[in-house]
């Protein structure tokens, strides 16, 4: 069975500091990937998501992710953080046929 | 269009009682899925619901259950609850599900259940 892992369990920032969330998944085929962002009381978002193309997707709110598929590994960035991206990040991956996958999350604290 | 509803909320329940919780997707989204949340665990796939089938299951006991109605809404039901029940159940709606390359899945607020 595929299995996504998130490289941190807890990432603390301060404001205007470069962001990037690890991502990696173990299927060998072809995936569909997305972020998706849980701040605190609300619902789970998509920030962002590849199927195709060019590997290095742009997102919501700055965010963007690089599909490296030799490394298996679709981390997300963003150049300068801010208190409001304080958050839950989870990973998640798609194969056709099957549901979605998601890892375990990262929390992000983005300190004023 | 209108986002993913889940009703209730909040629940707060007693070990051995059961509970239903309910779903109603984006309108035109015919796959339904429920998740476990908790903290440390992430997000843990129970079932998806297509066309009123169960197309998919998770790891999880027979306790849990799960119906789609014709109009696509979902209901989950937890029989028996247990203390490790107590969670955020996320509801998600998409066009078509597991058999789709394409498609993205929308969750709902999710219901928090305590299981005192």
């Known amino acids: 069975a595929q299995s996504v892992s998130q490289h941190n369990h807890h990432v603390i920032l301060s404001e205007a500091a470069s962001l990037e969330l690890g991502c990696n998944y173990s299927?060998?085929?072809?995936?569909?990937l997305f972020w998706y962002v849980q701040y605190p009381g609300q619902h789970l978002q998509l920030l962002l998501k590849y199927f195709s193309g060019d590997p290095l997707v742009k997102g919501i709110k700055g965010f963007e992710a690089e599909f490296i598929k030799s490394k298996f590994s679709f981390n997300l960035r963003k150049p300068s953080v801010q208190w409001s991206d304080t958050a839950e990040y989870f990973c998640a991956v798609k194969v056709y046929g099957q549901n979605f996958v998601f890892g375990p999350g990262t929390r992000l604290s983005v300190l004023p | 269009k209108a986002g993913v509803t889940q009703t209730p909320r909040y629940l707060i329940k007693t070990r051995g009682q059961q509970v239903t919780l309910s779903c109603s997707p984006i309108?035109?989204?015919?796959?339904v899925s429920w998740y476990q949340q908790t903290p440390g665990q992430g997000l843990q796939f129970l079932f998806e619901?297509?066309?009123?089938?169960?197309?998919n299951k998770g790891n999880f006991p027979g306790r849990f259950s799960g119906r789609q109605f014709s109009n696509s809404r979902s209901e989950m039901n937890v029989s028996t609850l247990e203390l490790g029940d107590s969670a955020l159940y996320l509801c998600a709606s998409s066009p078509e599900g597991a058999v789709s390359f394409g498609d993205t899945q929308y969750f709902g607020p999710g219901t928090r259940l305590t299981v005192l």
């Open positions: 299927y060998g085929g072809t995936v569909n």
């Open positions: 619901y297509f066309s009123e089938t169960q197309r």
């Open positions: 309108s035109g989204h015919r796959s």
